[in-house]
């Protein structure tokens, strides 16, 4: 049994697959060349978040409430705040290693990138890790599939911006001019985090900052999504991308909003230099010391070089660069399981995110080793994943 990836999604499986079936132990590898949850931290720690957006029910362990029990016991329920129970950063994360010490699943890494899956014609999978193979009975692909989404403005734009996934905080300097694009929680931040070094930030926006205090509405985790299973892909498709327009929770909102060191400025940077005059679709132009895209991540077969030449080997139909999985997110008939962004089609669109990775496992966890959860917590379409016991 392989696991692909050791992030959250990751650690999401592995927790799922061993909570299912025990005997499991020992008997699942985890590729990834970063130790657990390594890229996660790093892009915490750079952008300097504090704080998850999510509520203390979503995280890798499949009981719900372990987290927050874990805090308690720990006297550190202060670190889950709001009306979730958001946790903090470092909540999240030592409650995580705790999970990794549990499972004893340091020694299940496999320090190594995937650069090929290859289902053969008995089900299982040739899996290359650089100049490493092995053969695994099932696979699940937690890596995320994203692509990074930056606008195609005229001019230097490309060159001198930098999209929030390379993006460094603490380079700013007091007096400095940083403009920002976007109108999700990322912009959000790195607009306050600038600020607060004392410069000057043109927050960019298409349309007036929405707020909402998780990054999908709670429908998508339980209410809608049988309404969802039902629609059409293409409709389905258009769903994920209306339910995600970039908001921020009313706290961020309200601070952005009252900053005075902060502008919003509605609309869309359409030129920029390479000196750094920033020019915005009113005509205005901003003398700007960085240019900050945080513009978010595109899901696409073709942006993720393993779906992309899984899908050479065995065609899926696609919708909006989406695959169509199976109920259990296989990849046609094949024994590779998506979690993630990639797999919206059939979660909806909080796949990307902590519930979506439980929501993926729940059912995939149940296809590979044939045992239904004792209490499924999200509702599933009626067609049920074909129950084989895959090793």
Known sequence: MLIVGAGPH???AACYLLAADPALAGRIAVADPRPWLAAWQAQ????ELTALRSACVHHPDPQPYAMLHWAQARGRSPELTGTVGTPTAGLFADFCRWLVLRHGLAAARVPASVT???PRDDGRIDVVLGARRLRAGSVVLATGGASVCEPAPAGDAGQIGR???TVQPAEVRAGQVVVVVGAGLTAGHLALRA???GARVHLVVRAPL???TMDVEAGWLGADLLRFA???ASARAQEVRRARPGTVPAGVRHALLSDPRIDVHLGAVTDATACGRVRLDDGREVAADHLWWATGYSYAVDGDPLTAALAAEVPVATVAGLPLLGT???WGATRVHLSGGLAALQIGPAARGLAGARMAAERYAEAITGVEPPRRQYPTPSSSPDHRRLR
């Open 195 to 197: 600020a607060a070094r």
């Open 10 to 12: 990751g650690l999401t």
């Open 116 to 118: 090929g899956l290859h």
């Open 163 to 165: 999209h929030s996934e």
């Open 328 to 330: 259990d997110l296989a």
């Open 44 to 47: 915490f720690a750079r952008l």
């Open 210 to 212: 929405r707020a909402r």
């Open 230 to 232: 039902a629609l059409p």
